[in-house]
């Protein structure tokens, strides 16, 4: 047994993040597709850690403790760096994401159910491979699993949520990428990067002139970043026992907002090339453990008719991102962007969407509605209609009868 401590831990996920940057950038269908680096590099480690357990009786642990806090700081710098002016700018697009999230969470549901009837398993083994693990996560795969162990009696119920949520991670992160450059291509589009003069699809670069970046505006971005982290864990905790539960990263977002919008109101004025450069660090930090930490082992046990529900539920999410989310966003270069976050939240969580956004940008250009839009939809506006879905779903007598 190899025990990494934290220092080493974090030591090791920076390297993974670097291999996973030169292996994007120097193989053509990684670089092509816009695979995000964290998911590269992780997957790559996890692979090795898995022979190294399989063949040679070594097993790596790593110590991934501050997980959830980078995380949260992420979540934190998202809200320090929404204008509310641009998402009123952006309101018809969340409207038209919405109507697009709304039914596919129901026939993401019924995709599962009917997988699970060919399968011959349980119907509510069909609601886990839908949206309780691939839009909620293992957060909301660990709750219904609890539930379903309980109520239900279904064996080994967690540790095919968790699997089912980890694999969903690395397909949202992988097929997103390659469901937006297939879109760019089909319909023309260009960012402002790919050097298309008047092409009407370009994204309006709406950043503002800020200077150069120093040494001092570092340093308030982070104080700002950590206050947006202290205070929302403050107000998750005071509303915990509420009788609607809000996510924690909901909390440090929106304090985020708060801090961005009024402060300016105080003269306190934040680099938001500064701030996205710290939430960018902290996700594929998050990102990296996430997919280094995955257990080979596990998943090749688990596998057979959960792999095939989730090849059929990332073959139908990239459908649907391609020719109803991308159609009802406008069929333009931010639409595209948005169409492979679609496909990194719906099969993982809001970081793999805003991963995918992140690559894509890096090589096409700004999409700045995309990065208020998204965020604002997956760290919060899913999870309350996935509840709604997912309980009018398993009450009824064929599925749960809860």
């Known amino acids: 047994m190899i025990s990494l401590s934290p220092v080493q831990s974090l030591l090791a996920c920076c390297l993974v993040l670097v291999v996973g940057r030169v292996l994007t950038t ?14 590269v590099g992780g997957l790559l480690f996890a692979v090795i850690a898995y022979l190294l357990s399989t063949w040679g009786g070594i097993s790596v642990s790593l110590e991934t403790s501050i997980k959830p806090t980078l995380l949260l700081l992420f979540f934190g710098c998202i809200g320090l760096t929404a204008n509310l002016k641009l998402l009123a700018k952006g309101g018809p697009r969340l409207i038209a994401f919405l109507l697009a999230l709304i039914p596919f969470l129901v026939l993401q549901n019924a995709v599962g159910l009917g997988m699970a009837w060919l399968l011959d398993m349980h119907p509510l083994m069909g609601l886990l491979g839908g949206t ?3 839009v909620g996560g293992h957060g909301t795969g660990a709750a219904y699993a609890t539930r379903f162990a309980d109520f239900n009696n279904i064996q080994d119920v967690m540790a095919l949520a968790m699997t089912s949520a980890t694999l969903g991670l690395v397909l949202g992160g992988v097929v997103g990428g390659p469901v937006a450059e297939w879109i760019m291509r089909r319909h023309k589009l260009a960012g402002s990067l ?3 003069p008047g092409d009407k699809h370009d994204a309006p670069d709406l950043t503002e002139d800020q200077g150069p970046t120093t040494a001092g505006s570092f340093i308030v971005s ?10 929302g864990g403050y107000l998750a905790a005071l ?5 609607v539960s809000l996510p924690n990263f909901l909390w440090c977002l929106a304090t985020g907002v708060v801090i961005r919008n009024g402060g300016e109101r105080l003269g306190l004025k934040l680099d938001d090339r500064v701030t996205d450069i710290i939430g960018t660090i902290s996700l594929s930090l998050f990102l990296g453990m996430t997919m280094m930490t995955l257990d080979l082992s596990s998943v090749a046990r688990l596998a057979g008719p959960l792999a095939l529900m989730l090849v059929v539920q990332t073959a139908f999410c990239a459908l649907y991102a391609a020719w109803v989310v991308f159609r009802l966003l406008k069929r333009d270069y931010e639409a595209a962007v948005m169409s492979a976050a679609f496909c990194g939240f719906s099969l993982g969580a809001t970081a793999t969407a805003i991963a995918n956004m992140q690559a894509l940008t890096r090589r096409h250009g700004p999409a700045p509605e995309s990065f208020i839009v998204v965020p604002v939809t997956g ?16 009450s009824l007598p064929f599925v749960g009868g809860m």
């Open 26 to 39: 120097r193989i053509g269908f990684l670089a092509r597709y816009s695979i995000p680096d964290p998911i």
């Open 132 to 134: 309780i693990t691939l």
């Open 194 to 196: 790919d050097h298309a």
């Open 222 to 231: 982070l104080t700002a970043a950590f206050v947006a982290l202290v205070v």
């Open 239 to 243: 509303v915990e026992d509420a009788p």
């Open 379 to 394: 760290a919060f506006l899913v999870d309350i209609l996935n509840v709604i879905v997912l309980t009018s779903l398993i």
